[in-house]
C-alpha cells in the first residue's frame, strides 16, 4: 500500500437502504480508483475505504452531488483508521445486524426505465405488473422489520430465478439488490374473480387479468383492485350511472372520489395544471393532488358534488400503469371500504368486505404487510401542502430543530380523527402514515399494530408518553394504559398547542427562538378551561402556551348532533347574537328562518340555557357549518367531515369579487383575552339575504371577513406582545381561499408567517406536536 494512501471508515445516515445506495457507493469508489468494501447495517451505511486524500476527499463530493433519486443524505460521518480493508478491489458485503438507527423509506411510484419495459415487447418482463427496480416500487408497504432485506420482507415468498437474482447480485445493474425484484417466471401473480370468486381469467397468464379487468371497467363494471398499499374501489368516472351505482355501494353519497389517469393529457382536459402541479403529479411520491376543474370537458356532477376541484393521480404502479394503458378517461380510484372504515389490504378480507361493493376483484399474492392510502396534496400560497401524508412520503424521518436532546426517545399518540402517531429517537421525528379515524373499531385495531409494527421496526423503547388531554379519544386511553403498562410517565398536551408546535417543529424553529404567535382554526379541541376550542391565537413555544385570543364561545346544541347537522350551529348562533324571538321578527319572512323555526327550537333554547347537553365552544370549524346551514348548504345533515365548510369555500370561489368588504366581527377584550364576536356578521348575512343577495357571493363575503378579522387581530396581539413570527394551522387551513386572505395579510404587515408544507396542518400532524412538546418538557427536567 503506499506511502500516500490512507484508510478511512464512513458512515451514512439517512434514508440510504432499499434505493441504490450501496451500488452508487460501489461505482463511484471504483470511478475514483479507490478499494475497500461497503454495507448497510441498523444505523444506515457503512464505507471502508482507502486511497489518497484527495481521491476519498473526491468521492465524498460526489456522493454527496449524485445519490440515488430515492436516498436522502442525512450525515456524512468521516474518520481516518489505521485498519486498511482486506481488498485490492471495491466490494458490496452482505447487511449486518445491530440496534435501529436507520429510516424505512416510503414507497415509490414506477420510474421511467421500469414504465419502458413493460411496454417493450421484447423485454422480458413485458406486460409485469410487478416490475420494479432500486429507483421504484414498493417500501413500507411490504417491510416486517429492518435492515431493509428481501428475507424481512413479504417478497420472501418468492425465490428469485437465476436471471433476476443475476440482476440482483451485479452492482452495475439498477436491480442490485432490489428487494422486491421479480419477474414473470419468479414473482407475484395477479388474477381476476367475480363478487362469488369464481375466476374469471386464466391465473397463469400476465397480461389476461389486466385486460379483461379493463374490459370490465369499459362495461360499466366496478372492480375492487389490489394496489400497492390496499384496495381500490375503481368504475369508469365518465359513467355517470357507473358512479352513482359505486356511490350507493359504497355508502359514501357526497364525498368527492380521487381519479387517476393515464398521463397529464388527459388530466387536463378535466383540470387547470400548472408546471409545478404537473412536476408533483409525475413525482416519485405520486400523491393525489386537488386541481382546479377546467369548463371545457366535464366529469358527471356525482364525481366531486359541490367542488369546484377535482382530486387526481397518475398510474403509480406498474398494474396501474397497464390497466389504464388504452384508456383516454380517467377511471374513479377510491379507497377500497365503505366509508369511515380502513382499506382492506387481504384478499380474503377483500373478498369479505368488498363483495357486496365490486362486481369484481383484481387479485395478486404479494401480501401487503402495511396499509398505506394515497398522500393527498393540494397548492396553497404557491406551495404544495400535504392534507394526508401517507404512500410516498410516510414514514420519512423529520430531522428536529436546534436544541433538542438527542439522547430521549418520546412516543406521541396523536389525537382522535385523521390520527399519525410520532416516534422521537436520536433527534430525528417519524411520523407514522396517516390511520385514519379511530372511532372505527378496525382503524383503532390498525393504529394498535402499526404502534407494535413501528416500535419493532426501530426498536425504540421510549421514556416517555404524551398524548391529548381530550379524556375520551381512544389515543389517550391507550396512551394511559401503556403508561401503567410500561411504567412510563405521561405528558397530557392541549391540542391547539400541538397543532402550533407541529408548524413550528415543521420549520425548524429552535428550541432557543422565543415565542410565536399561533392560529389554530379547526372544528374541535378539548380547551385548557375544560371548553371545546377551536378558533385560538396562542402566545407559544414548546414549553407552554398562553391563550391570547378567542372566537366567541357559543352552545352545541345536542353536543356531537351539532356536528353533524349545521342547523344546529345556525340556530346557536343566531339565539346567542339575538334571541330567537328577535330573529323570528326581524329575518322572520327568510326562508331560512321559517326552516330552522320548523324545528324543536324550544327544546334547543332549553338546553342551550340550561347547558344541557350543549357544551360551550369556539371552534371556527361550527362558524362555518353554521353560515353553510344558514345558506342552505348541507343544512340539515352532512355525510363526511368537513363537508359543509368545503361546499361553502366551493360557493365562495365562485362568488369571489376582490372590490367586495368581508363581513365585520366585533373584537372585544374580556379580562385577559381577546373575543372575536360573530354577531355582526350574522346580521349582515340575515341583511344580504333580505335583499336577494347570492349565497355565493355571501360565502365570499364570509370568508373575506373572517380573514381580515383574524388577521388584524393577531397582527395587534404581535404588536402588543413584541412578537415578530406568526405560526399558522389546524384543520381550518386547509381551506385554500381562507389560507391565502390569513397568510398574505399577515405578510403584507412585515410579520414572519410559519405555514404547514410536508406535514398536514389538520390532526394528521398533531403527534408531532406532542412529540415536541413532550420532548421539550423532558429536556427541560433533565
Request: glycine share 8%; with cysteine.
Amino acid at each position: 500500500m503506499s506511502d500516500l494512501n490512507i484508510a478511512e471508515r464512513i458512515r451514512v445516515r439517512g434514508l440510504v437502504q432499499g434505493v441504490g445506495f450501496r451500488p452508487t457507493v460501489w461505482r463511484l469508489a471504483r470511478e475514483s480508483g479507490l478499494n475497500g468494501e461497503v454495507w448497510n447495517d441498523s444505523q444506515g451505511v457503512e464505507i471502508h475505504i482507502s486511497g489518497s486524500p484527495g481521491q476519498i476527499d473526491t468521492f465524498c463530493r460526489r456522493l454527496t452531488e449524485e445519490p440515488p433519486p430515492l436516498s436522502r443524505i442525512d450525515a456524512i460521518e468521516r474518520s481516518r483508521v489505521e485498519e486498511f480493508p482486506d481488498t485490492a478491489e471495491f466490494l458490496i458485503r452482505e447487511s449486518r445486524s445491530g440496534d435501529i438507527r436507520t429510516g424505512v423509506v416510503p414507497d415509490a411510484a414506477i420510474c421511467p426505465a421500469c414504465r419502458n419495459e413493460i411496454d417493450d415487447r421484447e423485454n422480458r418482463r413485458f406486460g409485469y405488473p410487478f416490475t420494479n427496480c432500486t429507483h421504484c416500487g414498493p417500501r413500507l408497504s411490504i417491510i416486517e422489520r429492518i435492515p431493509y432485506d428481501r428475507c424481512n420482507t413479504s417478497m420472501r415468498h418468492f425465490p428469485m430465478c437465476p436471471a433476476c437474482r443475476s440482476e440482483y447480485e451485479d452492482p452495475a445493474d439498477r436491480r442490485f439488490h432490489a428487494q422486491p425484484n421479480a419477474c414473470p417466471v419468479c414473482g407475484p401473480r395477479v388474477w381476476l374473480v367475480d363478487s362469488s370468486g369464481e375466476m374469471l381469467s386464466d391465473p397463469m397468464s400476465v397480461e389476461n387479468p389486466i385486460i379483461e379487468a379493463s374490459h370490465m371497467l369499459a362495461a360499466g363494471r366496478i372492480l375492487a383492485i389490489k394496489g400497492i398499499g390496499g384496495f381500490h374501489l375503481a368504475c369508469d368516472a365518465t359513467n355517470a350511472e357507473a358512479v352513482s351505482r359505486l356511490r350507493e355501494r359504497k355508502g359514501r353519497y357526497h364525498k368527492p372520489f380521487a381519479l387517476m389517469a393515464r398521463e397529464l393529457s388527459v388530466i387536463r382536459r378535466y383540470c387547470r395544471v400548472s408546471d409545478q402541479e404537473a412536476a408533483l403529479l409525475s413525482s416519485s411520491a405520486a400523491p393525489i393532488v386537488l386541481l382546479q376543474r377546467a369548463e371545457h370537458e366535464p366529469l358527471p356532477e356525482s364525481v366531486a358534488p359541490a367542488q369546484t376541484s377535482l382530486g387526481f393521480m397518475l398510474p403509480y404502479t406498474p398494474l396501474h400503469h397497464l390497466l389504464l394503458k388504452q384508456w383516454d378517461r380517467p377511471l374513479v380510484m377510491t379507497s377500497g371500504n365503505r366509508i369511515e372504515e380502513p382499506q382492506c389490504i387481504d384478499n380474503q378480507e377483500a373478498a369479505k368486505r368488498l363483495h357486496p361493493l365490486a362486481d369484481g376483484l383484481l387479485l395478486n399474492d404479494r401480501e401487503i404487510i402495511n396499509r398505506v392510502d394515497d398522500s393527498v396534496v393540494r397548492f396553497m400560497g404557491g406551495q404544495p401542502r400535504l392534507l394526508r401524508r401517507a404512500r410516498g412520503y410516510a414514514p420519512a424521518p423529520i430531522p428536529l430543530p436546534e436544541g433538542f436532546d438527542h439522547t430521549m426517545s418520546v412516543l406521541a399518540l396523536g389525537g382522535e380523527l385523521k390520527n399519525t402517531f410520532c416516534l422521537i429517537n436520536r433527534g430525528e421525528a417519524i411520523l407514522s402514515q396517516h390511520l385514519g379515524d379511530l372511532e372505527n373499531l378496525i382503524s383503532y385495531q390498525d393504529y394498535l399494530k402499526n404502534l407494535h409494527l413501528y416500535a419493532d421496526l426501530y426498536q425504540h423503547r421510549p421514556s416517555c408518553l404524551v398524548s391529548d388531554l381530550h379524556p375520551n379519544y381512544r389515543s389517550t386511553h391507550r396512551a394511559k394504559e401503556l403508561a401503567g403498562e410500561e411504567d412510563l410517565p405521561l405528558i397530557q398536551v392541549q391540542h391547539h398547542h400541538a397543532h402550533i408546535a407541529s408548524v413550528m417543529a415543521e420549520n425548524g424553529w429552535p428550541m432557543s427562538g422565543g415565542k410565536v404567535l399561533g392560529i389554530s382554526l379547526d372544528g374541535s379541541g378539548y380547551g385548557g378551561d375544560g371548553t371545546i376550542w377551536g378558533g385560538e391565537i396562542l402566545l407559544a413555544d414548546y414549553l407552554d402556551f398562553q391563550r391570547l385570543g378567542s372566537l366567541t364561545p357559543i352552545a352545541l346544541p345536542g353536543g356531537t348532533q351539532a356536528i353533524r347537522q349545521p342547523w344546529r350551529n345556525a340556530f346557536s348562533h343566531l339565539h346567542s347574537a339575538f334571541g330567537w324571538e328577535n330573529v323570528r321578527e326581524r329575518w322572520g319572512e327568510l326562508e331560512a328562518v321559517q326552516w330552522l323555526d320548523k324545528q324543536p327550537v324550544e327544546t334547543l333554547i332549553r338546553m342551550i340555557e340550561g347547558g344541557l347537553n350543549s357544551p360551550l365552544s369556539s371552534s371556527c370549524g361550527r362558524l362555518f357549518d353554521g353560515v353553510a346551514g344558514i345558506l342552505g348548504i348541507c343544512r340539515e345533515s352532512i355525510s363526511y367531515e368537513g363537508q359543509a365548510a368545503i361546499e361553502l369555500e366551493a360557493a365562495a370561489v365562485a362568488g369571489r369579487l376582490d372590490d367586495m368588504r368581508g363581513y365585520p366581527l366585533r373584537v372585544d377584550r374580556q379580562g385577559e383575552e381577546w373575543r372575536m364576536d360573530p354577531a355582526p356578521l350574522w346580521q349582515a348575512i340575515l341583511e344580504d339575504l333580505l335583499s336577494g343577495q347570492t349565497r355565493e357571493v355571501i360565502a365570499w363575503r364570509f370568508h373575506l371577513g373572517l380573514a381580515s378579522t383574524i388577521s388584524q387581530t393577531a397582527i395587534h396581539l404581535a404588536e402588543r406582545s413584541d412578537i415578530g413570527t406568526i405560526a399558522l394551522s389546524g384543520g381550518v387551513f386547509q381551506n385554500k381561499t381562507l389560507f391565502e386572505l390569513v397568510q398574505d395579510q399577515l405578510a403584507e404587515s412585515g410579520l414572519c408567517v410559519l405555514t404547514h408544507q410536508t406535514i398536514p396542518a389538520n390532526d394528521g400532524g398533531l403527534s408531532l406536536g406532542q412529540a415536541v412538546i413532550g420532548l421539550a418538557k423532558l429536556t427541560r427536567i433533565k
